[in-house]
């Protein structure tokens, strides 16, 4: 894979693939940490010389063409000022994607400036399964600059246009977000240190078992809390009542039970909850033994029993891996378990790795400095697929066959 010192980038257009998929509350950005860990690499572009163009998307936009999604949004505008306050610049944006406005922008830019496009899922065959479709929205970004910079480490795992197919079209690296993302993630897949202990949280094991079923190879110790617990708890025959559930996988989850015990994986699960009357910041609630919640209540955290139990669960770790928050903890009341685990996860003297937007989120709304943890990563999806072995499109393409 190439890095980006290997492309002669002084005085050419470069587009860079960055993953500027920030959390938004109408259009404030809650969290720009996505925007922070692109700057290097922006920042270094710029320095040499590069005209960057910047691609990327943000949300989900619906609509079957163009213009229903443009109308829909949400536009990059936000993230546009974001990161010209970063730069201490302003960013101009682009009306479109690859249109009229796009190849005006682009032709605008002297040596060292950084633009950005609209939000390049607002072309419906970026994401398209077919393709031809993407080969033409991807021929029609490619036109638009002499290089491609893939560093959109969070949208590796998508086969899209910009993220697969472009990085064909043109001379391209890796970024250095990408590259230190996939530094940190070989270390937790080829020689950890031992213990290596996993903590798995969010709201489905559907999402997830694939990359345990990859983890009982590698690592010691599972601990598995928050709304996907609720189902292994019913794997094994407990009462959850109203807590989230996905029934169609207990018999799944029932099969990894089975399957780590025989290889000898430690599957650490909550043993108290904290149950409340309804999904609300300010529910009722208490806590309850795993094995005999009520039927009427909805488990909202982990109780002070589980959390001193993944906290002595991650003391002796040396390599540690943290997907998904292990609670509520948006609702400050529910909060305490996925503080716990933050903490635990803090102390431990080795290489910690937190995955995913939402724990990512979590850290930092909960008031742990990055500092806390040895890399804080900019992919969910992206770092999970990483880890369960599968091949990255976006990475392949940069040349990358892991
Ligand atoms: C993410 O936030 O997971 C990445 O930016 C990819 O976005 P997506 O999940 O909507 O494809
Ligand atoms: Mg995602």
């Given amino acids: 894979m190439k890095s980006i010192t290997d492309l002669d980038v002084g005085g050419r257009l470069v587009l860079l693939r960055a993953d500027l998929n920030v959390p938004l509350d109408g259009t404030v950005i809650t969290d720009d940490g996505r925007i922070k860990a692109s ?9 040499r010389g590069a005209r960057v163009l910047t691609c990327a998307h943000l949300g989900r936009p619906s609509g079957g063409d163009y213009p229903a999604r443009s109308a829909g949004g949400p536009s990059l505008r936000p993230v546009a000022e974001r990161l010209g306050e970063l730069l201490g610049r ?40 077919d393709d031809a479709r993407r080969a033409e929205v991807a021929g029609r970004l490619a036109s638009l600059a002499a290089l491609y910079v893939g560093d959109g480490f969070g949208a590796l795992h998508r086969k899209h246009a910009s993220v697969y197919d472009v990085p064909r079209l043109l001379p391209h690296a890796a970024g250095e977000l990408v590259q230190s993302e996939v530094d940190v993630l070989r270390r937790l897949t080829e020689n950890p240190e031992r213990p290596y202990v996993v903590v798995l949280g969010g709201a489905k094991p559907s999402d997830k078992l694939a990359v345990i079923d990859n983890l009982l190879d590698k690592a010691d110790r599972l601990i598995i809390g928050g709304g996907m617990s609720y189902t292994f708890l019913a794997a094994q025959g407990y009462e959850v009542g109203r807590s989230l559930l996905e029934p169609d996988q207990i018999g799944n989850v029932a099969g990894v039970l089975a399957d780590a015990a025989r290889r000898g994986v430690e599957i650490v699960l909550p043993v108290d909850l904290v149950g409340a009357t309804a999904f609300t910041p300010d529910a009722a609630h208490d806590v309850y033994p795993a094995d005999a919640f009520p039927a009427d209540r909805e488990s909202l955290d982990m109780g002070p029993r589980t959390r001193a139990l993944f906290a002595a669960k991650l003391a002796d770790a040396k390599t540690v891996f943290w997907n998904g928050p292990v609670g509520v903890f948006e609702f400050p009341a529910f909060a305490a378990g996925t503080r716990a685990v933050a903490k635990a996860i803090s102390g431990v003297a080795g290489l910690t790795v937190v995955g995913g937007g939402d724990s990512a989120a979590a850290v930092r709304q909960l008031d742990f400095p990055d500092s806390a943890f040895s890399h804080i990563s900019t992919g969910g999806g992206a770092s999970l697929e990483f880890l369960e072995g599968k091949t990255l499109p976006g990475l392949a393409a940069l040349g990358d066959d892991q």
Avoid: H
């Fill in 39 to 47: 700057l290097p690499t922006i920042g270094a572009l710029a320095a």
């Fill in 90 to 129: 302003p960013v101009p944006l682009a009306a479109d994607v690859a249109g009229p406005d796009a190849a005006r922008l682009a032709g605008s830019l002297g040596d060292g400036d950084v633009a950005l496009l609209e939000n390049v899922r607002f072309e419906p065959a970026e994401t398209s399964k």
